[in-house]
């Protein structure tokens, strides 16, 4: 039996100051009705994080200010 994953959030870093950041967010798994995903940053930044549903609906939206090179983890409810 083939089982086929299909993504139901999608979770943006958004950098708040025009520059050119490099912003990775770790794999995000969903456990029960939880969302888990890292974010790192290249510079020091203050980045807007979203998770949004594929349909563009904004379920969570933080303003953190991110650490060069340091992952900061989050889990959140859905």
Known sequence: MIKTCSPVYRVLGVPEIRRVVDVSISPNVIAGSVLRFGIT????TPVQILVQKLDGTTVYAESVN???MMEINHCIMI
């Not at 940053?41 to 020091?44: F, L, V, W």
Request: net charge negative; no cysteine; glycine share 0%.
């Open 66 to 68: 991110l650490p060069t």
């Open 41 to 44: 940053a290249s510079q020091d």
